[in-house]
């Protein structure tokens, strides 16, 4: 009769007979007549294995795994090992079992019961495959932190299940490439799973986990659930999509303060460079796709500063232009379309001079006494609303220093009909500041933040008074860097980056308020979410989405970053999914990294 056991008996009240304690433990329970025996290396003594009694063939084998490494090709050596034993109440070995032992060879020892019964058990070890055949985990390289439950089976002949649940738009696409880990040395079969090991989970397919043993089989199907919405005018799940610093080891193809801006485009995040190395990464993950080059053709090198992309994928330039300005003598006003994607070249649909062209008159003469001979400067930020290749589309930019006027383009299927300049709504104001326009009018209603250290946004109807946001004390200190509105779900959201400093930012926080009731204490009454206080994920480990070891998650830092931000730049751009059912916030601060986060409907 055969017998396995996994070293349940150990806790039981034992007392040791004539053998060294370490090799022989005898049980004094009534109930109890069994013989269980471990054995170990004496490479590592700690390290226990059961053994199976056979006490019908008078045998003792102990089970060694047949790799003692979880992912290396090592066996033990069985010519160096101990064995021990658990015994009935006044058993004993003769001889003894204590020492070293060449279980390959293998010995001899009778276990002689208290009533003087004797069996001659021979002792050896041999290499045991496992019959472990679980998945354990399943990563899906496109998103850091998604939403999957393995379930094991409960008893024999059931399946495991694998749920994944759609805690985010791009789910659809990263189940097309999952990487899954299994018990040690198991092995995957699947109809679903490519050249490389990937499994497309979206097929959906049953998936076999073989055991190393090459016998034992386990079944996992595979389920895709849709939580359900919460209703209109909230957000529901949020989650973290990634995060990085830019490093002198690792600076992910950015220059210091080269890096200023963001574009969204289908699945590319596009982050600007002012000599036009623009870097482009996947928006659900933040890899860098190096293969992928915005191409460039016609841009001039050294004026783009400010990118972004209108509600149709398209995305767009402007060049940044000056005014009676000693370090630069621009003074075209461009705009740059990539109507046919990013890697075929881009329409430049305006160029005017600010201080000569007829299409300026009516913006120069909105400040007539300095348009002409002050020194004031244009394009460092820009925001679209509308399509600007097809129907109406207003383009946003902010006139700095003494001009002190918001731009606004008018453009109908892709040609300009009009630039207008204003003075409505600047409250207060900085040279990051980004006007946003709300709607395609003439005179819209358009969001700014103050960038600068009275942290304000400010919202600016049509018709009837501004509305200033005030933060409360909810943020840090500093200023505000970065801006970004939309509509998602019945709720208006204001995104901002808030710095710790006024200037050479040190650290940056990203800070989401809804501000659909339109009170001045909506931003402090209504926030979503503050990535610095309530969004801590510690599967990003010690090091955090920032990359460093020096604070927590939820923020850029300028630790060990490849520059200091001396002008205080950056951007922030939000994304809508193709199903409208979550929308994507990206944060860059120039020199120090990105954070991005995702927002969604489902209901979890």
């Not at 079969?189 to 049953?206: K, P, V």
């Not at 075209?332 to 160029?351: A, Q, R």
């Amino acid at each position: 009769m055969k017998y396995l056991f996994h070293g349940l008996l150990a806790s039981i009240l034992l007392i040791t007979a004539c053998q060294e304690p370490d090799d022989l433990v005898r049980s004094d329970s009534e109930n109890i007549n069994i013989l269980s025996v471990k054995g170990s290396l004496i490479s590592d003594a700690d390290k226990q294995y059961d053994a199976i009694v056979d006490e019908a063939n008078g045998t003792i084998t102990v089970q060694v795994p047949y790799y003692i490494s979880d992912t290396e090709k090592i066996q033990g050596d069985l010519t160096q090992m101990k064995v021990t034993a658990n015994m009935p109440t006044g058993a004993r070995f003769e001889p003894e079992i204590s020492g070293i032992h060449d279980l390959v060879a293998g010995f001899q020892s009778t276990l002689i019961k208290e009533d003087g019964t004797k069996t001659l058990y021979t002792f050896k070890a041999i290499y045991a495959k496992s019959k472990s055949a679980l998945i354990t985990k399943i990563v899906l390289p496109d998103i850091p932190n998604p939403l999957i439950t393995i379930k094991s089976p409960e008893n024999e002949g059931e399946n495991g299940i694998i749920v994944i649940y759609k805690t985010s738009s791009s789910i659809d696409a990263a189940i097309r490439s999952a990487q899954l880990f299994t018990s040690p040395w198991a092995t995957i079969e699947s109809t679903a799973m490519d050249s490389e090991g990937y499994i497309d989970l979206s097929q959906m397919a049953d998936i076999y986990v073989i055991a190393q043993d090459g016998v034992t089989k386990q079944k996992y199907t595979v389920e895709i659930q849709t939580p359900s919405f919460v209703a209109p005018g909230r957000i529901g799940y949020k989650s973290l999509l990634f995060g990085f610093q830019t490093t002198p080891a690792d600076p992910r193809g950015f220059v210091p303060t080269n890096n200023r801006s963001l574009a969204i485009v289908n699945n590319y995040l596009i982050v600007s460079s002012t000599t036009l190395d623009f870097v482009v990464l996947n928006r659900y993950s933040g890899e860098h796709l190096k293969d992928i080059q915005v191409n460039t053709t016609g841009l001039p090198t050294g004026l783009i500063h400010a990118i972004t992309q209108d509600d149709a994928n398209h995305m767009v330039a402007i060049t940044f232009c000056a005014a009676n300005n000693p370090w630069s003598k621009n003074q075209l006003f461009e705009i740059y379309v990539w109507k046919n994607g990013i890697t075929n070249p881009p329409t430049k649909i305006m160029s005017e001079d600010i201080l000569t062209s007829d299409v300026f008159a009516q913006f120069r003469s909105t400040n007539a006494s300095v348009a002409t001979t002050g020194t004031w400067d244009m394009g460092r930020t820009v925001s679209i609303k509308g399509d600007i290749t097809n129907g109406t589309a207003i383009l946003m930019s902010l006139a700095n220093s003494v001009m002190n006027r918001v731009l606004r383009v008018k453009t109908e299927d892709g040609k300009v009909i009009s630039v207008h300049g204003s003075a409505k709504g600047l409250y207060s104001w900085y040279l990051q500041s980004k006007p946003i326009p709300m709607t395609t009018e003439d005179e819209c209603d358009y969001i700014m933040s103050s960038n600068n250290a009275r942290k304000n946004v400010i919202y600016t109807p049509k018709e009837g008074s501004q509305i200033i946001f005030d933060p409360k004390g909810n943020w840090w200190g500093g200023s505000l860097i970065g801006t970004a509105y939309t509509e998602f779900n019945g709720v208006k959201l204001v995104a901002v980056q808030n710095s710790n400093t006024t200037s050479k930012p040190q650290y940056c926080r990203l800070c989401i308020g809804n501000i659909t009731s339109m009170t001045t204490t909506a931003m402090a009454d209504a926030q979503i979410m503050d990535s610095r206080l309530d969004n801590y994920d510690p599967a990003f480990g010690p090091t955090g989405p920032n990359g460093n070891n020096s604070s927590l998650t939820g923020m850029t830092s300028f630790y060990n970053a490849i520059g200091e931000n001396p002008n205080s730049t950056g951007d922030i751009a939000i994304g809508h999914s193709a199903d409208g059912n979550s929308i994507q916030v990206y944060m860059l601060t120039t020199d120090h990294g990105i954070i991005a986060y995702e927002l969604t409907k489902y209901n979890l």
